[in-house]
């Protein structure tokens, strides 16, 4: 079985799959004219990736975060896009998290999220 990693690395797997978006930029001219009729010049489409843990280890999550905080990286990743497990070029633009326990023996996130953005179009 295939799993997600980071720069070739195997991270804590996402709880049960992950979301998967396309976004796509259109130019600045873009309008809706008065019978609703759309005049669009799409310029590029990027993929997203939202990768989402519950219950993962403090030190599993500080791994993760410090390789993808502040730069661009190697995702490994499952895209619907071209239909195929390929790696390309990611950053994150926000994440969020729950602190679970802090307990010595037992230090866990409750939830660890954030989104991943396509540094190339597709």
Known sequence: ????????????????????????????DTQRIITGLLIATPLFTVEQLGYQASWIPVAAASAILQMVIGVNFQLTYFSPYFGAWRTAEFYVGKGS?????????????????????????V
């Open 1 to 28: 079985m295939q799993k997600i990693l980071i720069n070739g690395v195997e991270i804590w797997q996402p709880d049960e799959g992950i979301q998967y978006n396309l976004e796509t930029t259109y130019s600045e």
């Open 97 to 121: 998290m729950n602190i679970g326990r802090l307990n010595p023996e037992d230090m866990v996130l409750e939830s660890l999220s954030f989104n991943m953005q396509g540094v190339n179009p």
